[in-house]
């Protein structure tokens, strides 16, 4: 097993990303720790992780709220000891509008869960990961950091924050055997792309199925992709398979060639 009593933190560990990564650690004998706002969805995940024999823990947390995030932490450590692994995927869609047309509490609010979030929980865990000269924090970012999506300022620029955080933070903490990488997805197929994908179509005026069909047609493999493709490329980022890798973005698309969709919003 890769990662066998490894302690792991996956935030947003509920549903979607996060929870095709929990049970994905689990099933190579980490020790998980699921977080989110939602705790029934974590408690869904904890149990189905204790049903296979391993051990889990879910708490609800506010990944933004500082405090909550502390007591998150420090949960873990009193039940666990230590922390091996951090994955930083607790986010949000966030709005799907003009720029001109943005609410300030919008703007705040996605940078608050999708990227402020991740700079509490990483704070956090470093504390006892230094220490201990050992740890690995994986920032799940995603396409929008590389290639920016129309409507979607806050949330392009959450992501691509992610990934400048990741770059600062391997430098940072490098010397104490920290690795720090990032994984930034194409569109999941799933719930919350039917809704990205809902909102976009009124914005611009066009049907549902035109802007699915120009986003799959702009994907090399011609579709959205599974959950459970972004949680193995995790486990490996996380065990010592990729000791040497640190600092970087491995981009789990489909090999997405371009996200700008044909029709874009008047201006």
């Known amino acids: ?16 990303i996060g929870k095709a990564i929990a049970l994905a650690f689990a099933s190579e004998g980490a020790v998980v720790v699921v977080a989110s706002r939602n705790l029934t969805n974590l408690e869904n995940v904890a149990n189905e992780i204790k049903r296979k024999g391993r051990r889990a823990t879910a708490i ?30 607790s986010g949000i869609g966030g709005p799907t509008a003009r720029v001109v047309d943005l609410e300030l509490d919008d703007w705040n609010k ?18 006892d ?13 995603s396409r929008a950091g590389k290639y920016s999506l129309v409507l979607r300022s ?19 903490v490098g010397k104490y055997n920290i690795r720090v990488n990032c994984i930034a997805p194409g569109a999941v197929g799933g719930e919350r792309t039917d809704n990205i994908i809902k909102a976009t179509s ?20 011609r579709r959205f992709i599974a959950a459970e493709e972004v ?12 000791s040497a890798i640190t600092g970087q973005t491995l981009i789990v698309d489909g090999g997405t060639i371009c996200l700008a969709l044909q029709y874009t919003p008047q201006v």
């Open 202 to 221: 009124k914005a611009l005026g066009v049907t549902f199925q035109e802007v699915t069909r120009q986003m799959t047609d702009r994907i090399s493999l």
């Open 110 to 127: 996605t940078l608050a869960v999708d990227l402020t979030g991740a700079m509490l929980c990483s704070r956090e865990v470093l504390k």
């Open 129 to 141: 990961m230094i220490p201990r000269q050992s740890g690995n924090i994986i920032n799940i970012s």
């Open 1 to 16: 097993m890769r990662l066998k009593d490894k302690v792991a933190i996956v935030t947003g560990g509920g549903v979607g």
């Open 231 to 242: 949680a193995w490329p995790a486990v490996f980022l996380a065990s010592d398979e990729s």
């Open 154 to 172: 806050p949330y392009t620029v959450a992501k691509l924050g992610l990934i400048g955080f990741t770059e600062t933070m391997a430098m940072e």
């Open 60 to 89: 609800k947390t506010d990944v933004s709220d500082e405090n909550q995030v502390q007591k998150m932490v420090s949960r873990t450590l009193s039940e666990y000891g230590k922390i091996d692994i951090l994955v930083n995927n």
